[in-house]
């Protein structure tokens, strides 16, 4: 079985700076990683996603999240976030055999501070 | 590309009513669609798996008679809440797969209000 742990419900964070939201994972075989970004009212958008390869993975709004088996760790890292990235982050999980089976955690919102 | 639309946005209705609402995948086929609940400021829940032309498979504690899900085409599922209760209120979203590695595509979800 997986299970995904995000720390932090709540990160507020003032506008340019940087900014980490940690995910760690639990799973007794390898897995996929994604990071999802839900704006207030609406479904969920992907970010990124890591399937095999680099364990540098860079998403869309210029986000980005490294893959650390030995820490069973997938932190989103932004360098610098604006006013528009406030919204709720969630870490997701799925077996290999393919992303039918998503396991979110529950969730970080992240608050920009003007 | 990998849009999904989810119908209605927004449903309020009287205790007792059924509500229908439906997902559609308007530029890809969607082999596996996905409901699932989201209470506020909690995670998604996953309600129920559909694959085109099967029967959904329901997760542990979800309703199959409560819950009806209906997956007739490779771009078009639906979730009818019958006879909803207020206890049914909540955000339901949707999602749609291509199958095998292909990540899920989320519809941007519908608020039940059950007065």
């Known amino acids: 079985a997986q299970s995904v742990t995000q720390l932090d419900s709540q990160v507020p964070v003032f506008e340019e700076a940087p900014v980490e939201l940690r995910c760690n994972y639990s799973s007794s075989v390898s897995v996929y990683l994604f990071w999802y970004v839900q704006y207030p009212n609406q479904g969920l958008q992907l970010l990124l996603k890591y399937l095999s390869g680099s364990t540098l993975v860079k998403g869309i709004n210029g986000f980005e999240a490294e893959f650390n088996k030995s820490q069973t760790s997938f932190h989103l890292r932004k360098p610098s976030v604006h006013i528009s990235d406030t919204a709720e982050y969630f870490c997701a999980v799925s077996p290999p055999t393919g992303a039918n089976n998503l396991f979110f955690g529950t969730g970080t919102r992240l608050t920009v501070i003007p | 590309g990998a849009v999904v639309s989810q119908h209605p946005s927004r449903v309020i209705c009287k205790s007792g009513t059924s509500v229908k609402i439906e997902c559609r995948s308007l530029d890809f086929q969607a082999t596996t669609m996905f409901w699932y609940r989201q209470f506020p400021k909690q995670s998604l829940m996953l309600m129920a798996t559909s694959n085109e032309g099967s029967k959904a498979t329901y997760e542990q504690g979800v309703e199959k008679d409560k819950f009806l899900i209906n997956h007739a085409s490779l771009t078009l599922s639906t979730l009818t809440v019958a006879s909803a209760h207020p206890e049914d209120s909540s955000f339901y979203i949707c999602?749609?797969?291509?199958?095998?590695?292909?990540?899920?595509?989320f519809g941007d979800g519908t608020r039940l209000s059950i007065l």
């Open positions: 999602s749609a797969s291509g199958g095998g590695n292909q990540p899920q595509h």
